[in-house]
């Protein structure tokens, strides 16, 4: 099936900094890709949906200006955490749909975020 | 709004079968889910269902949809230890197919 890689896998980083998180298909194009928040022990919360070549779609509770979202092409996803907190560590992971219908949409295998 | 809810834990003996269950709140859904996520990983879709289906079987596993009752059922035989992991359903959003709504999760527990 189609790939969906995601970089970091891990990332720690200080409060105050910015993070970014990469979603890339591998092995096709996606003109829209979706970014999910995992707390421990909780499910998967959708958090946006990023299209390519234009603003991001944000869900209702989430900070359009603290999750910066970028869909520059057509294989590539990028989420940024600003100022980031230790109440922003989580696990982030993406989603590309590949076109079609069913089983074409695909999931990254996530980035763990610690804040400290 | 749009809700999907799931028990949250399951234990099986090994050997015998597994169902995990789950409702969803809106019958526009085109399509249902089951992922599988282990520790630390990412998701595995293990299978959907389109919503115009009844029953779908995938080997060891068979999915049930009661459209009427948005009620989707997962049932797993043989279930193994590898089984062991976290089960989220999840369903395609009136917002477009691709976007989905995840329940809670089911952590399902397979002891000898």
């Known amino acids: 099936g189609a790939v969906v890689s995601q970089h970091p896998s891990r990332v720690i980083c200080k409060s105050g900094t910015s993070v970014k998180i990469e979603c890339r298909s591998l092995d096709f194009q996606a003109t829209t890709m979706f970014w999910y928040r995992q707390f421990p022990k909780q499910s998967l919360m959708l958090m946006a949906t990023s299209n390519e070549g234009s603003k991001a779609t944000y869900e209702q509770g989430v900070e359009k200006d603290k999750f910066l979202i970028n869909h520059a092409s057509l294989t590539l996803s990028t989420l940024t955490v600003t100022s980031a907190h230790p109440e922003d560590s989580s696990f982030y992971i993406c989603s590309a749909d590949e076109g079609g219908s069913g089983n074409t949409i695909y999931f990254g295998e996530g980035s763990w975020l610690t804040v400290v | 709004g749009e809700d999907v809810e799931q028990s949250l834990f399951l234990s099986v003996r090994e050997g015998d079968s597994s169902v995990i269950n789950c409702t969803y709140t809106?019958?526009?859904?085109?399509?249902l889910y089951w992922y599988k996520q282990e520790p630390g990983a990412g998701l595995q879709l293990l299978t959907y269902i389109f919503s115009n289906m009844d029953m779908k079987q995938d080997q060891r596993l068979t999915v049930l949809l009661n459209k009427k009752d948005k009620h989707l059922s997962l049932r797993i035989a043989d279930t193994q230890t590898g089984d062991s992991a976290i089960y989220f359903c999840?369903?395609?959003?009136?917002?477009?197919?691709?976007?989905?709504?995840f329940g809670a999760g089911t952590r399902l527990a397979v002891h000898p």
């Open positions: 999840a369903e395609s959003s009136s917002g477009g197919y691709n976007k989905l709504i």
């Open positions: 809106d019958s526009s859904s085109t399509y």
